[in-house]
């Protein structure tokens, strides 16, 4: 139990297109989703909180104009990268949590790797 | 702001050995601290989950310890193996917030 998806894993795209990840949550409802981005041989920064039916709250130095995030359903959560630029080349990852369990383990997705031309 | 430090930032043993990775956070009013592995290019592989009211959980080879008072937690891999050759994460979820912060990471490799 407790698999979350995302897709694509893998995306390649020109500068300047907006590129959309899937985050899904298959077999367990999830009130709080999670967006994280980690560069190459680095760790995972959080990016944003994302919560069902209310707007996301981002991390300080988050553009989130940029990095849009949907959640309007319990088993997804959509991150839109808008305008995308190579800087924006990285690997996406979401985690969700079980509903009516904050301290519960987070489950994460495969994650997406972006690679902006 | 909570921080994770990991030490060492990378570990090259043989085969057999028995190891130990740390961990340290600055903020000791957690929820829970998770021990993770990561291939290279991959997602998240969960290994353990430790609450803040527990000193230990076990796995198989693996012995997670917290001692949250002192902001430290240890992954004990016993009998080291090759395919034990990866990056360990280690996370906590802080009591204000359910995100994760996360620690640089050891990269292990384990030789045959």
């Known amino acids: 139990g407790a698999v979350v998806s995302q897709h694509p894993s893998r995306v390649i795209c020109k500068s300047g297109t907006s590129v959309k990840i899937e985050c899904r949550s298959l077999d367990f409802q999830a009130t709080t989703m999670f967006w994280y981005r980690q560069f190459p041989k680095q760790s995972l920064m959080l990016m944003a909180t994302?919560?069902?039916?209310?707007?996301?709250?981002?991390e300080q130095g988050v553009e989130k104009d940029k990095f849009l995030i949907n959640h309007a359903s319990l088993t997804l959560s959509t991150l839109t990268v808008t305008s995308a630029h190579p800087e924006d080349s990285s690997f996406y990852i979401c985690?969700?949590?079980?509903?009516?369990?904050?301290?519960?383990?987070?489950?994460f997705g495969p994650g997406t790797r972006l690679l902006v031309l | 702001k909570q921080e994770v430090t990991q030490i060492p930032a990378a570990l090259s043993v043989p085969e057999g050995e028995n190891l130990v990775l740390n961990c340290s956070f600055t903020d000791s009013a957690i929820y829970n601290l998770q021990w993770f592995r990561q291939d290279p290019g991959k997602g998240l592989t969960s290994l353990l989950l430790?609450?803040?009211?527990?000193r230990e959980q076990t796995s198989g080879r693996l012995n997670a310890s917290l001692d949250k008072s002192s902001g430290r937690s240890t992954l004990y891999i016993a009998a080291s193996q090759p395919g034990d050759s990866a990056t360990y994460l280690c996370?906590?979820?802080?009591?204000?917030?359910?995100?994760?912060?996360f620690g640089s990471g050891t990269r292990l490799q384990v030789q045959p």
């Open positions: 430790i609450q803040s009211s527990q």
């Open positions: 994302s919560n069902e039916g209310s707007k996301a709250t981002y």
């Open positions: 996370a906590v979820m802080d009591t204000g917030r359910r995100a994760l912060t």
């Open positions: 985690s969700a949590t079980l509903r009516g369990r904050p301290g519960s383990a987070q489950y």
